[in-house]
């Protein structure tokens, strides 16, 4: 299977500041990866699809880039909603595996 | 509106079988791949299973070693997961979820979620 591998684990942050959390892939997966925002209790939501793609009702700060083996996902300006678990997931024919998760923490 | 929910979680103890259902709704359920994803308490996502919208191809994450099963019944837009010998390592909410995007467009981010179940394994 293909392993996903993001940095950090936990990143504590201001309202404002820009994050960037990175997601390795173990082989190239092209840009069939995912981003989703996780609240405690809730069901993930969908962030961004095929690397860069923005799903329809999330904020524009919010922005994904990346292809082959590394991508990373950017929240331009933080939002005190924005604090959260984030993961990516790599979607191929035969697996789609999750990384680790990015916990955002209040600075 | 597009809904999932999830059903048949429980209290279990080790050995034992149990069988998940996700109930579709708002949506052609017969045009989408669907998948079964779980969460340990405190711990991350991890996919478990995918069908394609026939039911014709299906997937398992290595780790469950062909103690799960997935299928779907498209005529009740219901999908399932048959889960036996169930270890305390099983101990999760399951969750299913849909391809944003219907077949003809092949494997997709998921953009629709359940609530989840809760499985809970021990003696």
């Known amino acids: 299977d293909i392993q996903m591998t993001q940095s950090p684990s936990t990143l504590s942050a201001s309202v404002g500041d820009r994050v960037t959390i990175t997601c390795r892939a173990s082989?190239?997966?092209?840009?069939?990866l995912a981003w989703y925002q996780q609240k405690p209790g809730k069901a993930p939501k969908l962030l961004i699809y095929?690397?860069?793609g923005l799903e329809s009702g999330v904020p524009s700060r919010f922005s994904g880039s990346g292809s082959g083996t590394e991508f990373t996902l950017t929240i331009s300006s933080l939002q005190p909603d924005d604090f959260a678990t984030y993961y990516c997931?790599?979607?191929?024919?035969?697996?789609?595996?999750f990384g680790q998760g990015t916990k955002v923490e209040i600075k | 509106q597009v809904q999932l929910v999830e059903s048949g979680g429980g209290l279990v103890k080790p050995g034992e079988s149990l069988r998940l259902s996700c109930a579709a709704s708002?949506?052609?359920?017969?045009?989408?791949?669907m998948s079964w994803i779980r969460q340990a308490p405190g711990k991350g996502l991890e996919w478990v299973s995918h069908?394609?919208?026939?039911?014709?191809?299906?997937y398992y994450a290595g780790s469950l070693k062909g103690r799960f099963t997935i299928s779907r019944d498209n005529a009740k837009n219901s999908l399932y997961l048959q889960m036996n010998s169930l270890r305390a390592e099983d101990t999760a909410v399951y969750y299913c979820?849909?391809?944003?995007?219907?077949?003809?467009?092949?494997?997709?981010?998921?953009?629709?979620w359940g609530q989840g179940t809760m499985v809970t394994v021990s003696s």
């Open positions: 979820a849909r391809d944003r995007r219907g077949y003809s467009y092949g494997i997709d981010a998921f953009d629709v």
């Open positions: 708002g949506f052609v359920f017969s045009d989408y791949y």
């Open positions: 069908i394609s919208n026939s039911g014709s191809a299906i």
């Open positions: 082989q190239s997966i092209s840009r069939w």
């Open positions: 095929m690397a860069s």
């Open positions: 997931q790599q979607y191929d024919p035969y697996s789609r595996t």
